[in-house]
C-alpha cells in the first residue's frame, strides 16, 4: 500500500521522541526512526492520493471504514486496536507534524497512551501487510479505514 525498502531510511537518533517515553529505553529499542526522505515521500503519497488529509482519514478511500469519538474511553481504544492485527505485524507511526517510526503493532498497543497526547496530536498508524490505517485525533477521534481502494 504505501512504501517499501524501509530499512535504507532508518536513522538511529531517537532523540526527538525520546521525550514521548520519558527515555524509557526499553520501548525506545523497540522503535525504528525514518528520515526526512522517508517522511516526505510517505506524506506526499497520503496527502497526493487523499487517503488523508492533516487532521483525519478520507472516508471514500477505503472499502470499510469506521469512526466513534472515544472521548477519554482509553479501554475502548486499547480494545479496539487489539483486534485490528497480529501483533507482531510491522506498522508505521506517524503525526500530522511528519515525524515517522516504525515499530512492532505489540510495542504500539502496549505503549499507545505514550505515542498518543489527546489535546496536541493526530497520529496515524498504518499497517501495510493487512491495509489499513488507523487516525487519532486531537479531539478524540478514531478512525480506521481497512482495505484502501484503487
Known amino acids: 500500500m504505501m512504501i517499501d525498502s524501509i530499512e535504507k531510511h532508518m536513522i ?10 520519558d527515555s524509557d529505553i526499553e520501548i525506545l529499542e523497540k522503535i525504528d526512526i525514518l528520515d526526512k526522505e522517508f517522511s516526505d515521500r510517505l506524506w506526499n503519497k497520503l496527502i497526493n492520493d487523499k487517503i488523508v488529509d492533516k487532521f483525519s482519514l478520507f472516508e471514500n478511500k477505503f472499502k470499510k471504514f469506521e469512526e466513534k469519538h472515544f472521548d477519554n474511553n482509553y479501554n475502548w481504544i486499547t480494545n479496539r486496536l487489539k483486534e485490528l492485527s497480529k501483533l507482531d505485524d510491522r506498522v508505521l507511526i506517524t503525526w500530522s507534524d511528519g515525524i515517522v517510526l516504525e515499530t512492532i503493532y505489540k510495542n504500539f498497543i502496549d505503549n499507545w497512551e505514550l505515542f498518543y497526547n489527546p489535546s496536541a496530536d493526530d ?19 478514531f478512525q480506521c479505514g481497512q482495505k484502501l481502494m484503487k
Open 123 to 141: 497520529l496515524f498508524v498504518i499497517n501495510n501487510e493487512s491495509d489499513w490505517i488507523i487516525c487519532l485525533t486531537h479531539f478524540e477521534l
Open 12 to 21: 538511529t537518533d531517537k532523540e526527538q521522541i525520546a521525550w514521548r517515553f
